[in-house]
Structures are given as structure tokens and as C-alpha cells.
């Protein structure tokens, strides 16, 4: 059974650093495209970034570009978001999900990991 | 302001059939293919529809998708206690160049 499993959430500053990993086992790692979503307390789903494959293609929701940076190692079957000046408006569960295809938002997702951006 | 456009909520009694309207443009719904998801409170989204009708495994066959032009529809038949959940459609935007999520409809079944 696919499992993806997410770590690295807790509480930061504003302005402050984290980085978020995703481990991915019971599938090939590296034949799927890999996303982020998001979903603030109590509100909708919030796609954030993906990555193709090899790391060839990589896209961002506007609202972090500048500030996230998605990453990947298929020889440690993990994907990683590093998010930097963190706001309190990315207060959110982070999820990672796999995708088939660029434009798939998940077809198998993580049980997340909750970020709290906060002073 | 979410992309695509959902209603908030819909409601239907047991063994009722109902659909989710799910209302995009040319940039999404147009020229991609949507994804339904299914969440419980407090759990991760599952996947419901994919390839804007197509099931993928496990999924109830109560559950189907469709779409034509720039609206994609979910249809739930046999409406059931336990459908009562937050659904949500997804699809690639070209504009965008990313995957939106419509604003999710909450399911109560009376």
C-alpha cells in the first residue's frame, strides 16, 4: 500500500525558516511527479508546488514563489519544502501527495504535518 | 476567490442521487482533466474521480464524473449517511501554470 509520511512541522516565528520532508514508500519513488498542498484551519485545499520526476520541472502557487523551494532524492525516496519568511497566512497542514502527471494534485496523499507561523 | 467555483453546500436524503457542480474556463476545466476528491474532517483528501471520470480503484461506483466545456459535474447516487464529507474538484490551470482546487462543497445527507 502506497504510504507517504510528512515531518518537520511545529511552530515558527514570522520571518522565521522550515524545512518539511516526506518520505515515500510501497511504490517507485521516482516515476511520480510530487506535490505540496496546503489547507489552512478550517479552510479548502491549497495546491503550493510540484516536481516533475527528475527535478526537471518544478512549479509554485504564486503566493510563495521567492520563498519555498520544493526538492526532491529519489535515492532517499523523500521530497522536501524548504519554506523561508514564513507568514502567518502559510499557517496551515502541509500534505504531500503524488501525481501521475503535472496537473494531477494527488492521487495518493500523506496524513500531514501541521505548520504554525505565530510570535 | 477560489478559480473554479463550487457551491458551499448541497444536501440530499438517503438513496437520492445528487450532483457537485464544479465551473472553470478555457485556461482549466477547458483544456485539462479534473480530479474529485473526497475529505472527512480531521483526515487527508482521498481521491474520488480522476481523468474527469474515471474511478480509480476501490472507489464506490455510487461515485461518477463528467464534464462538458468549461463545468465539470460529481454525481453521487444512492446517497448514503457516510458520503457526508467535503468534496473538492482539482484541475491543471495553463494560466496559472499550477493545480487549482476548487473551494469544496460540504455534503449533508438529512
Known amino acids: 500500500e502506497v504510504q507517504l509520511v510528512e515531518s518537520g512541522g511545529g511552530l515558527v516565528q514570522p520571518g522565521g525558516s522550515l524545512r518539511l520532508s516526506c518520505v515515500a514508500s510501497?511504490?517507485?519513488?521516482?516515476?511520480?511527479?510530487m506535490n505540496w498542498v496546503r489547507q489552512a484551519p478550517g479552510k479548502g485545499l491549497e495546491w503550493v508546488a510540484n516536481?516533475?520526476?527528475?527535478?526537471?520541472?518544478?512549479y509554485y502557487v504564486d503566493s510563495v514563489k521567492g520563498r519555498f523551494t520544493i526538492s526532491r532524492d529519489n535515492t532517499k525516496r523523500s521530497l522536501y519544502l524548504q519554506m523561508n519568511s514564513l507568514r502567518a497566512e502559510d499557517t496551515a497542514v502541509y500534505y504531500c501527495?503524488?501525481?501521475?502527471?503535472?496537473?494531477?494534485?494527488?492521487?495518493?496523499w500523506g496524513q500531514g504535518t501541521l505548520v504554525t507561523v505565530s510570535s | 476567490q477560489s478559480v473554479l467555483t463550487q457551491p458551499p453546500s448541497v444536501s440530499g436524503a438517503p438513496r437520492q442521487r445528487l450532483a457537485i457542480s464544479c465551473s472553470g474556463s478555457t485556461s482549466n476545466i477547458g483544456s485539462n482533466v479534473v480530479n474529485w476528491y473526497q475529505q472527512f474532517p480531521g483526515q487527508a483528501p482521498k481521491l474520488l474521480i480522476h481523468?474527469?471520470?474515471q474511478l480509480p480503484s476501490g472507489v464506490s461506483d455510487r461515485f461518477s464524473g463528467s464534464k462538458s466545456g468549461t463545468s465539470a459535474s460529481l454525481a453521487i447516487s444512492g446517497l448514503q449517511s457516510e458520503d457526508e464529507a467535503i468534496y473538492y474538484c482539482?484541475?491543471?490551470?495553463?494560466?496559472?501554470?499550477?493545480?487549482?482546487f476548487g473551494g469544496g462543497t460540504k455534503l449533508t445527507v438529512l
Open positions: 481523468y474527469d471520470d
Open positions: 516536481m516533475k520526476q527528475d527535478g526537471s520541472e518544478i
Open positions: 482539482a484541475v491543471w490551470d495553463d494560466r496559472l501554470k499550477g493545480v487549482v
Open positions: 501527495a503524488r501525481g501521475d502527471y503535472y496537473g494531477s494534485g494527488g492521487d495518493h
Open positions: 510501497d511504490f517507485t519513488f521516482s516515476h511520480y511527479w
